[in-house]
């Protein structure tokens, strides 16, 4: 079984609009981030893995139907990517 790998903008519109959002209220961009994403074949496409990047930080996230939004501003408020 292979991997597929997405990027930003192949991630569904409700995800990224709300990703736009919680940028906007910590004073970023999207443009601030590099956004990736991984699904295994045959797994559901709410299982996939969501990777962040910015400056040298990494972080990835089950998506767990749009859960990675959550734990990725969970690490905004903990100033992990500063």
């Keep these: 079984m292979g991997t597929t790998l997405f ?3 192949d991630l569904p519109i409700g995800d ?5 959002l919680v940028c906007a209220r910590h004073g970023y961009a999207p443009v601030h981030f590099d956004i ?3 699904a295994k ?5 709410h299982e996939r ?3 962040v990047r910015r400056a040298g930080w990494t ?3 089950r998506d ?7 734990q990725f501003e969970a690490d905004l ?3 992990f990517f500063k």
């Design 41 to 45: 074949a045959g797994e559901p496409a």
């Design 16 to 20: 990224r609009a709300a990703f736009e």
């Design 77 to 79: 408020t903990c100033r």
């Design 59 to 61: 972080q990835s996230y």
């Design 7 to 9: 990027r930003y903008t």
């Design 49 to 51: 893995l969501v990777t």
């Design 64 to 70: 767990l139907h749009g859960q990675w939004i959550r």
């Design 36 to 38: 990736s994403a991984s």
